[in-house]
């Protein structure tokens, strides 16, 4: 499946942000909380983007690890760089494509980790099976991905702003599905872990800037719905009037993301 999809700086940092300000927990403790890291360790992130969970891997292990993070995003690259000389750290960032070969041997890291990417490789079990044949025996993979439960509220508000069904997005319809079946299907040993954090908005501003960073993110997979810009402008109107008015008759948005988590073991 090719999925014609470039994540933008502004678009991703946004959505860091208000998840950071309005979430009720952490996704980053979560993580380090649920993956067996371990100081010493190789650790290789897949789809880094601005380098998110690199530096968090590094702070957890206090810099006791060789970090690889790839990306094929320049502009996120050029931001993971720029943080790694603010904080002195010495994560490697380098152009990864998912899609291709990964150029590193077989067996090299104890952790592949890929967080909120790869549903977007154009051949799932092609990118699972780069992973794997860059794990150690016993290694472990991580992944993250919305499952179909995912920000319900979200989709809901969009469908009475617009009358539209919703398109299927490539996450939320492929994680707990597609993508777990192709690591079941090669490591030995496969655990589902399930983190929910609810976002609480009490006014609709950081909802529509949420919506404004994720639907242009995925503007591509919404064809029907925005065939121009301006399109997409009436539509974030209808939006933001549906969003004022639930706030204004319930108080709050409360929109829950709902993720799964893969450890698998090679
Ligand atoms: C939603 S972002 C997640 C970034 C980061 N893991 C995080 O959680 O903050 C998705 C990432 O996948 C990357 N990506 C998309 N297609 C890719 C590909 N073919 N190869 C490698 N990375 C890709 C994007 O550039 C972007 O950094």
């Known amino acids: 499946m090719k999925i014609d999809y470039k994540e933008t700086t502004s678009d991703l940092l946004a959505r ?16 380090i909380a649920t993956i067996p890291l371990k100081e010493g360790m190789k650790i290789l992130d897949v789809g880094c983007g601005a380098g998110k969970q690199c530096f968090s891997y590094f702070d957890t292990l206090h810099g006791k690890a060789e970090i690889v ?13 720029e943080e790694n000389s603010k904080r002195k750290t010495d994560i490697v960032f380098t152009a990864l494509d998912f899609n291709q070969p990964f150029d590193f041997e077989d067996n090299t890291f104890d952790l592949a980790s890929c967080s909120f990417a790869i549903y977007y490789a154009e051949d799932i079990p092609f990118t699972i099976k780069e992973m794997h044949r860059v794990l150690k025996q016993g290694g472990y993979l991580f992944t993250t991905g919305p499952m179909p439960e ?5 989709y809901d508000i969009i469908k009475e702003a617009t009358g539209k069904t919703i398109p299927p997005m490539p996450g939320s319809s492929r ?13 030995s040993h496969t655990d589902v872990i399930i983190f929910e954090n609810p976002l609480t908005f009490d006014e609709a501003e950081p909802f529509l800037i949420y919506t404004r960073a994720s639907l242009s993110e995925d503007r591509k997979l919404w064809t029907s ?4 810009k301006d399109e997409f402008e009436v539509v974030m109107q209808k939006i933001q009037s549906i969003a004022e008015k639930r706030i204004e008759q319930e ?15 090679k």
Do not use: C, P
């Not at 709050?252 to 893969?262: D, E, Q, R, S």
């Open 16 to 31: 860091i942000n208000i998840h950071e300000k309005y979430g009720t927990r952490n996704i980053d403790d979560w993580m």
């Open 69 to 81: 993070g790839g990306d094929v995003s320049a502009e996120l690259l050029a931001k993971a760089h």
């Open 150 to 154: 995912n920000k319900q509220v979200f």
């Open 175 to 187: 994680y707990s599905t597609e993508i777990l079946g192709a690591v079941k299907s090669l490591f």
């Open 225 to 228: 719905f925005f065939e121009n």
């Open 251 to 265: 108080g709050k948005i409360v929109m829950t993301k709902v993720v799964g988590g893969i450890l698998a073991q």
